[in-house]
């Protein structure tokens, strides 16, 4: 526009539509055209695996959900699931179920820059996770990350996703996440059997050429799973990804392993005591409580009943019972956590300065548990750890 304005203003007459014409045609200002290139894959060289985001409604409610879609890029094979989140865990379990509805591994796994398999680097030079370098050489391939901005290289997996979004989630809606997932399993059987236009071809029937080419699977593939420590907290739940899980009360206070996997919660207490519960798949605040949990209604803890923690304590130490009572009712911290810190004083700390300081805590009214044990350091400083003075040199 302002090249047209200046040379109107020197006399030239030509319209605004032929100045941009002619620099069209001389490529003034134009970007120069460079043909599209064309990625030529082998039968089972390479798998493109990526995610979008998507509004899905599961329930009664509408869900910002993560759909994950794998895709063979010889027979353009597709595989996807819709979860609400995609974390590391979620990525194990998709290329795991993915790589058993293919019937065998790839060379490698093109995916793009994301920090859920990249621990550092880009394109050729990116460096994978540990944990997810392991879970690729266990299953057979390797995982490897295009250049940034160049889009076009996972061009078979990124195709699918407007497929996805404007034929299967169109007008559907479903009664749970597992429905949601098995439609599109069905989805996936019923799109990998039409025929394609851009390819000529139906994927089932290229895919009967790649199979003999995959990798075969290993002949056990342990169940994923993501590894915690929880204590109980003092209703009897163990909080799990803003899902509170029941276990018995007498678990409570106490530590326990949860071993979370696809469909379901292990709660460990020992060998023994195990409690199982169906994972909750959406994060959102929710109890989960089992029948067997709760006493019957007149039949709860007993108050006589002391904790495990407080019962050492006494054992130890029953100068402490008048303090522990106080505890129990003016203390700030929860119960359970308290009496574990006061019961590691008292394995911790010599007798003598321990009372002393609880002492003279009862007499001012000191129940903060950090407060007193710099207080009874001062004292094993003091009692503990004299130096001798050395004798002054006169000379």
């Given amino acids: ?75 353009r094979m597709l595989f996807f699931q819709i979860n609400p989140t995609f974390q590391r865990f979620d990525c194990k379990v998709f290329l795991t179920d993915a790589l058993r509805y293919m019937g065998g591994s790839v060379e490698r796994v093109m995916i793009d820059n994301t920090h859920v398999v990249v621990l550092r680097g880009t394109g050729r030079e990116m460096i994978p996770v540990p944990e997810m370098e392991a879970f690729a050489g266990h299953l057979g391939f390797r995982f490897q990350a295009h250049e940034i ?72 593939i342990p169940e994923v799973y993501r590894l915690n420590q929880r204590t109980v907290d003092v209703e009897g739940y163990v909080s799990v990804n803003s899902t509170r899980y029941s276990v018995p009360v007498s678990w409570i206070g106490r530590r326990v392993e949860v071993r979370e996997t696809k469909s379901k919660v292990e709660l460990q207490l020992d060998a023994r005591n195990i409690v199982t519960h169906v994972r909750a798949v959406t994060v959102e605040p929710q109890r989960i409580t089992l029948a067997e949990h709760r006493p019957p209604r007149g039949q709860g803890v007993k108050r006589s009943e002391r904790h495990p923690e407080e019962q050492a304590i006494l054992a130890a130490l029953p100068e402490l019972a008048q303090y522990v009572e106080a505890l129990k009712t003016k203390g700030r911290k929860v119960l359970a956590l308290a009496l574990r810190q006061l019961l590691r004083l008292v394995k911790e700390y010599p007798r003598e300065p321990l009372l002393g300081a609880v002492a003279e805590a009862t007499q001012y009214g000191l129940y903060d548990l950090d407060r007193l044990e710099r207080m009874i350091l001062r004292r094993v400083e003091r009692d503990y750890f004299l130096l001798r003075k050395e004798p002054e040199n006169n000379d």
């Fill in 1 to 75: 526009m302002r090249v047209h304005e200046e040379l109107t203003a020197e006399g030239a007459a030509l319209s605004y539509t032929a100045l941009t014409a002619f620099c069209r045609r001389q490529g003034i200002g134009q970007t120069p055209v460079v043909p599209s290139g064309r990625y030529e894959f082998q039968p089972g060289e390479e798998m493109q695996h990526d995610t979008s985001p998507h509004m899905v409604e599961v329930g009664g409610k509408k869900h910002k959900a993560q759909t994950a879609s794998a895709v063979l890029c010889y027979s």
């Fill in 149 to 220: 901005g160049d889009a076009n290289r996972s061009a078979r997996v990124e195709r699918p996703f407007h497929f996805i979004e404007n034929n299967f989630l169109a007008g559907r809606t479903f009664a749970s996440w597992d429905e949601l997932n098995e439609q599109a399993r069905k989805w996936c059987d019923r799109v990998n059997a039409t025929y394609k236009k851009h390819l000529r071809a139906i994927p089932r029937e290229l895919f009967a050429t790649e199979r003999p080419h995959l990798k075969p699977l290993p002949g056990w």
